[in-house]
C-alpha cells in the first residue's frame, strides 16, 4: 500500500510514515507488544491493572505532547505513541469488558460506529482521509483519535472472535492474517488505497493480539510458551532496530535537504 506514501516534496510537511513494509512489521509488533505488555506489567510485574492503566495513560499524554510538539515526522517519537496508544486502547476495553462487565458485542458494536463518527467527521472537515496528508494540527489530531480508537475496536473484535465465538489464539491469528492479506489483495486490485488502508490497521490489532497469545500461552494450551516478558522484550527489540533504521534514514534526509 505504498501509494499512501507522502510526496517526496512534502516529505517534511506529513507527521506520518510512509507506508512501507516495514510500517506494517512495526504496527504489527506494537499490537503484540501493547497486548503482551499490558498483561506482563499489570499480572506477572504485579502492579495491578488500576496503577498500570494510570502509568501508561500519562505516558501516552506525554508521548503526544511530544508529537504534537514536532514539526515533521520523528520516527522514535511517532512509533513511541502508536506502542503507548497500543497499550492504553487494549486497557480501554479490557477496562469495560473485564472491570464494568460491558459485552463485547455492544463494545465492539460501540467503537465501530464511534470510529465510523469520526471517519465522517473527519473527512467532512478536512475532505480526506489520506494519512499522506496529515500535515495540519487539526488532521493530526483527527488521525490520533482514529487510531485510538482503532486500538481499542481491533482489541474488543479480536477478543469477540478468540474468546467469545470459540476461536482460539491459533485459528485467531489465521484468520485475522487471512482477512489481512484480502485486504492486502483487494489493493493491489485496485480497491481505494485510503479505504484498504483503514480495514488493515484495524485488522492488524486482532491479528498482533492473537499472534502475541500463540507466542506467549503455555504449550498446554495450544501456544509456544515464550511468555509475556520474553515476547515483549523480543517485539520490542525488532521494533527498536526498525525505528532506528527510520530515524537514521530521516536524519540523513533532513541533512540532504538542509545541503540543497
Known amino acids: 500500500?505504498?501509494?499512501?506514501?507522502?510526496?517526496?516534496?512534502?516529505?517534511?510537511?506529513?507527521?506520518?510514515?510512509?507506508?512501507?513494509?516495514?510500517?506494517?512489521?512495526?504496527?504489527?509488533?506494537?499490537?503484540?507488544?501493547?497486548?503482551?505488555?499490558?498483561?506482563?506489567?499489570?499480572?506477572?510485574?504485579?502492579?495491578?491493572?488500576?496503577?498500570?492503566r494510570a502509568l501508561m495513560a500519562a505516558l501516552l499524554a506525554a508521548a503526544l505532547f511530544l508529537q504534537l510538539r514536532t514539526r515533521r515526522y520523528t520516527p522514535w517519537i511517532y512509533w513511541l505513541t502508536v506502542v503507548l496508544v497500543s497499550i492504553v486502547g487494549t486497557q480501554i476495553t479490557d477496562l469495560l469488558t473485564d472491570g464494568l462487565g460491558v459485552s463485547l458485542y455492544v463494545s465492539t458494536g460501540a467503537f465501530a460506529i464511534a470510529l465510523a463518527a469520526i471517519f465522517a467527521i473527519w473527512y467532512r472537515v478536512e475532505r480526506t482521509l489520506s494519512i499522506a496528508s496529515v500535515d495540519t494540527p487539526r488532521r493530526?489530531?483527527?488521525?490520533?483519535?482514529?487510531?485510538?480508537?482503532?486500538?481499542?475496536?481491533?482489541?474488543?473484535?479480536?477478543?469477540?472472535?478468540?474468546?467469545?465465538?470459540?476461536?482460539?489464539?491459533?485459528?485467531?491469528?489465521?484468520?485475522?492474517?487471512?482477512?489481512?492479506?484480502?485486504?492486502?489483495?483487494?489493493?493491489?486490485?485496485?480497491?481505494?488505497?485510503?479505504?484498504?488502508?483503514?480495514i488493515a490497521y484495524v485488522l492488524t490489532r486482532p491479528f498482533g493480539a492473537s499472534l502475541g497469545d500463540l507466542l506467549t500461552q503455555s504449550r498446554t494450551y495450544g501456544g509456544f510458551g515464550m511468555g509475556s516478558a520474553s515476547t515483549s522484550l523480543l517485539f520490542l527489540s525488532v521494533i527498536v532496530l526498525l525505528v532506528a533504521a527510520a530515524q537514521i534514514g530521516a536524519g540523513n534526509r533532513a541533512r540532504a535537504d538542509a545541503a540543497e
Open 1 to 52: 500500500m505504498q501509494s499512501l506514501s507522502a510526496r517526496p516534496a512534502a516529505r517534511w510537511l506529513n507527521k506520518v510514515p510512509d507506508v512501507t513494509l516495514a510500517f506494517w512489521i512495526i504496527k504489527i509488533m506494537s499490537t503484540t507488544v501493547g497486548e503482551t505488555g499490558a498483561d506482563f506489567l499489570a499480572v506477572n510485574a504485579g502492579w495491578g491493572q488500576g496503577v498500570t
Open 140 to 198: 493530526e489530531l483527527f488521525y490520533w483519535v482514529a487510531i485510538l480508537c482503532t486500538f481499542a475496536l481491533g482489541t474488543a473484535a479480536g477478543d469477540l472472535a478468540t474468546e467469545a465465538l470459540g476461536l482460539g489464539f491459533s485459528l485467531g491469528a489465521v484468520c485475522f492474517g487471512a482477512l489481512l492479506a484480502a485486504a492486502y489483495l483487494a489493493w493491489r486490485s485496485g480497491v481505494n488505497a485510503v479505504l484498504t488502508f483503514w
